[in-house]
């Protein structure tokens, strides 16, 4: 009879619950040899949990009928007495997140969300004691980081889309998802703080992605280039509940009488790829220009490795103040839009680009800065709109005019990536997102569920990418050349 050798670097070498193959290996056994485990040979019945088992190691022949398996999970065996054989363990030790959990740990180490999980302090008014559960605290980061990929869907039906087949292994222990309530409940023990610090990994991979190789950097400059990053506010609707309404707030109207409460955050994205590099957020509030300069300067302290002197960054009419313009300028450089009521004091004749230098005053600080003013024809629009940009680039002959007009469409084009997925919905409250193409995830009616699974929703955006951010870069290269702004 031929068999098979078992040799040295056999399957049995294999690490408790690696996959080999990285979970697409398939496994040809000749129909024949797939016998029943059971101690009298009968088939296995319905409801009788066992895997089918090996009969025999002759050689599969061409021709002869063979079964292709797909490798599921590496768990130890449990063989119970009439010969039935299961898995040890259940899905949540052996779930991941596939390619986007491989991109995470290839940048920032293997094991992170179960490091994340195992620092993770459980609230215990809602999961109470230390036994093994049919969830894990790694698990329920993964599903709330899936249901931001799923939408329309509960969390119940992302449990059971992150066991997939799992799910249909025989495991000692019968495992199903849990019910909703329970679900709820681990939601609400592991609390916003796991995702939050996942979300800071993954931004900051993202970022440093981009450090390493932007082969699509969109730049300005001549002699002295510099990468172009957008900033601008965006809103988030949560469902219309107590809790939700007391913590975020609502906006459009003074008495917070709006339909729905909402989330406000401040995206800060490469314009090219326009990959999530930062995200603060906090409530909406009912004063728009108030709420977003709390954010700038969260995102200054949250994000100093963002605003760096290489670095311009677009930013729309809302006014941030002089004060805080003046500090984010010792830092960084901005080419900011400004209102028709912003005033201006020339300073200067106007310079050889058209341009002009012009005095900023407010909060008791007086900056200087370069105005540069340019019609732009708006479809529909018989008469074109003017703009209105200053900069805090002086210089007219490294920084052109025409270049740093050409530059800020990036800032819209920027916009409609981080609109795009940035909020979070739940169908079943019939809430939507404003600025989203398509809604995502589920949210909870608790303010803790609202805050974990918008972070679970930032971090995949800068996840997703930033893998694609450098889709032209060619091993070997140090660096590619960067996207010059042509004049308009």
Same mark, same amino acid.
């Given at each position: ?59 599969? $022949? ?56 195992? $620092? ?123 809790? %939700? ?188 997102? $404003? %600025? ?15 805050? %974990? ?36």
């Amino acid at each position: 009879m031929h068999v098979y050798p078992v040799l040295p670097c056999a399957a049995s070498s294999i690490p408790d619950g690696d996959v080999p193959g990285d979970g697409s290996l398939m496994v040809a056994v000749r129909a024949s040899d797939l016998v029943s485990p059971l101690r009298n040979g009968a088939p296995l019945a319905a409801g009788q949990r066992s895997a089918l088992v090996i009969g025999g190691t002759g050689k599969i $022949r061409t021709g002869e009928p063979a079964v292709f398996l797909k490798v599921v999970a590496v768990a130890p065996a449990q063989v119970r007495g009439d010969g039935r054989v299961q898995a040890q363990g259940s899905p949540c030790g052996h779930a991941t997140l596939g390619p986007l959990e491989e991109w995470l740990e290839a940048k920032a180490g293997p094991g992170v969300i179960d490091g994340i999980a195992g $620092r993770a302090v459980l609230r215990p008014e809602f999961v109470k004691g230390e036994r093994e559960r049919l969830l894990t605290a790694a698990f329920m980061i993964r599903v709330i980081v899936l249901m931001t990929l799923l939408p329309g869907t509960g969390v119940r039906e992302a449990v059971t889309a992150l066991a997939g087949d799992l799910g249909m292994v025989p495991w000692s222990r019968p495992w199903e998802a849990a019910s909703e309530r329970a679900l709820g409940d681990w939601r609400n023990a592991l609390g916003p703080e796991p995702l939050e610090e996942l979300q800071a990994i993954v931004l900051r991979a993202a970022w440093q992605e981009h450090e390493d190789r932007d082969w699509r950097a969109v730049a300005v400059g001549r002699d002295r280039p510099l990468r172009a990053g957008s900033l601008d506010g965006t809103v988030i609707r949560v469902p219309d509940t107590p809790a %939700n309404r007391a913590m975020h707030g609502s906006v459009g109207t003074s008495d917070d009488s709006s339909p729905f409460p909402c989330l406000r955050a401040l995206p800060l994205n490469d314009v090219s790829t326009r990959s999530l590099l930062g995200m603060p957020h906090g409530p909406a509030g009912t004063d728009k220009a108030a709420a977003e300069q709390k954010l700038l300067d969260a995102a200054m302290r949250d994000y100093p490795h963002l605003f760096t002197p290489d670095r311009i960054w677009l930013m729309d009419r809302l006014w941030h103040g002089t004060a805080r313009i003046a500090r984010l300028i010792k830092r960084t450089h901005v080419l900011i839009r400004v209102k028709s009521d912003i005033a201006l004091k020339k300073i200067s004749p106007v310079l050889a680009d058209g341009s002009y230098l012009a005095e900023l005053s407010g909060d008791g600080v007086t900056i200087a800065v370069r105005v540069i003013e340019y019609f732009a024809d708006v479809e529909g629009q018989v008469v074109p709109e003017m703009f209105c940009l200053v900069t805090d680039l002086l210089d007219c002959r490294e920084y052109p005019a025409p270049e740093l007009a050409a530059l800020y469409k990036w800032r819209f084009l920027s916009a409609l990536g981080a609109s795009a997925g940035v909020g979070v919905s739940s169908a079943r409250a019939g809430v939507g997102c $404003r %600025n989203v193409a398509v809604a995502v995830g589920s949210v909870s009616h608790r303010r803790i569920g609202v805050v %974990n699974e918008c972070a679970g929703n930032h971090l995949l955006r800068g996840a997703r990418r930033s893998r694609d951010a450098c889709a032209s870069w060619v091993p070997g290269c140090e660096e590619g050349p960067a996207v010059a702004v042509g004049a308009f």
